[in-house]
């Protein structure tokens, strides 16, 4: 999905399996899947596009797991960290994280790779992670790309 605008974009997370169905493991899936955004940049004075993942359906009885716990943060970025100044305020509210993206100019740009961990009593589930290369390949993990 491409967004342009300054827009609230709102992920959906839910569970893979449904709870208690007697599977040890589970995953969280991101928008039914569809967890790869594009943004265009936004004017410099223009509000930065807001970023929100919550937990709903099967996943609603969850609570993403506190953003600085060392082994399943609720939010991570995965294999390099985008500069401060692009990502700001973190948010993690009860079932719903928030981030802002502020994409004005071309430091802002870049592909950031991101995993999620939600804690169902004392179960952990995170979204699944891909490792594939090559031409061709769509990004089958979860990202956010500044254009």
């Not at 974009?9 to 449904?18: A, G, H, N, Q, T």
Request: glycine letters at 10%; hydrophobic letters at 30%; a negative charge.
């Amino acid at each position: 999905m491409k967004h342009g605008n300054p827009k609230n974009i709102e992920m959906s997370v839910e569970l893979y399996r449904e709870p208690g169905d007697g599977w040890d493991d589970n995953l969280l899936i991101i928008n039914g899947g569809k967890h790869h955004h594009v943004f265009e940049k936004i004017p410099s004075d223009g509000e930065p596009h807001t970023i929100s993942w919550t937990l709903i359906g099967n996943a609603s009885g969850g609570e993403f797991c506190a953003l600085d716990d060392a082994q399943n943060p609720g939010f991570v970025w995965l294999a390099r960290q985008p500069d401060a100044k692009v990502f700001r305020q973190l948010r993690h509210q009860g079932k719903t994280l928030s981030l802002q993206n502020h994409h004005h100019d071309k430091s802002s740009e870049g592909i950031w790779h991101y995993q999620l961990f939600a804690r169902f009593g004392d179960k952990v589930y995170g979204v699944p992670l891909t490792f594939s290369c090559g031409r061709g390949m769509e990004d089958p993990n979860p990202s956010i790309k500044n254009t």
